[in-house]
T-cell receptor, first 112, second 113 residues
């Protein structure tokens, strides 16, 4: 049972480039989330989804887009990378709400 | 404006002693509180939670205390073990569905053998 899988684990982007962070879960969870964690800070919610076809903004959605076409996958898209998006990104999923969410291992993104 | 604050960035404790991690919040609408533990290069893992209708919840060596009037919660680990060395995050939500968790900045706990 893989749980929540994030790819890639590390990435360096140039300013203005775009990329998609992948997230997949095999637990049949309805809820999925994307967080970012800046150095020395707590996690901040970027976007979340309560089921396939439904997404909503979190606390820091600017510069990101998401889609949820299946229960399993919840990709996060960065269209025009900026240095302020340098962070560690965590995807999470839960059955009834993030109270006991399962997190992926994270993607460390550096924008130069 | 940080709604959830962990004012101690780090804490060092001797093995076998008690570790007390503190968390303060400002939003009186928060109704559900959680603690997550995070090891380096891993995602956070859920540790323990408490609803606002309770003032204490216990799970093995871990106990969370909630003081709603003071808007304060704490995590007690007794006895502390070297494997408990990690970053601990406090988080809060306005309901127990927890769709919009607000996290504190974390406290790094080091348990010395």
């Amino acid at each position: 049972n893989a749980g929540v899988t994030q790819t890639p684990k590390f990435r360096i982007l140039k300013i203005g480039q775009s990329m998609t962070l992948q997230c997949a879960q095999d637990m049949n969870h309805n809820y999925m989330y994307w967080y970012r964690q800046d150095p020395g800070m707590g996690l901040k919610l970027i976007y979340y989804s309560v089921g396939a076809g439904i997404t909503d903004k979190g606390e820091v959605p600017n510069g990101y887009n998401v889609s949820r076409s299946t229960t399993e996958d919840f990709p996060l898209r960065l269209e025009l990378a900026a240095p302020s998006q340098t962070s560690v990104y965590f995807c999470a999923s839960s059955f009834t709400g993030v109270g006991q969410a399962f997190f992926g291992q994270g993607t460390r993104l550096t924008v130069v | 404006d940080q709604q959830v604050k962990q004012n101690s960035p780090s804490l060092s404790v001797q093995e076998g002693r008690i570790s007390i991690l503190n968390c303060d919040y400002t939003n009186s609408m928060f109704d559900y509180f959680l603690w997550y533990k995070k090891y380096p290069a891993e995602g956070p893992t859920f540790l323990i939670s408490i609803s606002s209708i309770k003032d204490k919840n216990e799970d093995g060596r871990f106990t969370v205390f909630l003081n709603k009037s003071a808007k304060h919660l704490s995590l007690h680990i007794v006895p502390s073990q070297p494997g408990d060395s990690a970053v601990y995050f406090c988080a809060a939500s306005v309901d127990n569905a927890g769709n919009m968790l607000t996290f504190g900045g974390g406290t790094r706990l080091m348990v010395k053998p």
